[in-house]
């Protein structure tokens, strides 16, 4: 194993070489990254990638790319499919940075897979579950669980109505190693999630009542994230491709998702934070 950065030249080389198959997972991701420090994720995202993707067209290694349900911004389109319109916010809103970003890894893709690199482009919808970011920072599920294991009340933004389709790692993993090993889907752009779509609101009151106690708080987006963010109303995937290429379903419910992930930082939790 080697712990480094995508940006790491003579690194990635190695890497990329010695692999089979290149599973390129590596980017700078979370809202509080695009809107606190946007240089370093277009820097890491596009120069990164494109480093990581050069190499893999010159070695002849298949690749994987995860990509991001963020590339279909906030279209209004729904459910989005993989054909559909990109909706963005201005470029002076760094929240769309990240989008940008992925959308030029799935170009780029796309045009050495024209030259012959053989590759697969996944968008993911908001995979969740033990080890998703640290403690009360990242996405919003570990955000609201760390509110929670410190006892602060969760931080819903405006009325919580927004939607996001909370996709268990289990199942995630399960569809990216259909889709790597499935030649059918070789050259594809495809969706990985379930398009069971949970509010955020929904989702606070699922974490308290599985903690057993918590408070839920309304704030408005500019005191979360300041002037440079922007939300998306709703995100749901059209998940008909990824079930007729490869035959992919996420299955697992959101309560026996959210139940895992609960109790797995409440473990971490307990050995690694309450003692220092
Ligand atoms: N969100 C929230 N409170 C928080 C953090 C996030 O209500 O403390 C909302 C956010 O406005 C968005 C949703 O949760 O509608 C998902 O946010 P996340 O940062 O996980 O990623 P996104 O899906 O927006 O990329």
Redesign the pocket.
Known sequence: MYRGSITDKDLIDKVVWECDLCYHFAALV??QHYVANPHDVIDVNVNGTMLVMNLAYKYEKKMVFAST??VYGRSLDIPFSEDGDRVLGPTKIDRWCYSTSKAIGEHYAFALAQKGLRMVILRFF?VYGPRLDSIES????S??IG?LLRNKP?????D?A?T?CYTYIDDAIRGIIMAAENPAAEGEVLNLGTDVETS?ME??RLLVGLYGKGEIVS?T?EE?YGLSYE??PR?VPDVSKAKKLLGFEATTPIHEGMKKTLDWFIRYFESHEKHV
């Open positions: 979370g809202v349900s963020e908001n990242g996405r919003v599920a955000i609201f509110q969760l931080t819903v933004i405006g919580g927004q996001r955020v989702l606070a704030i987006h979360m939300d998306i995100r």
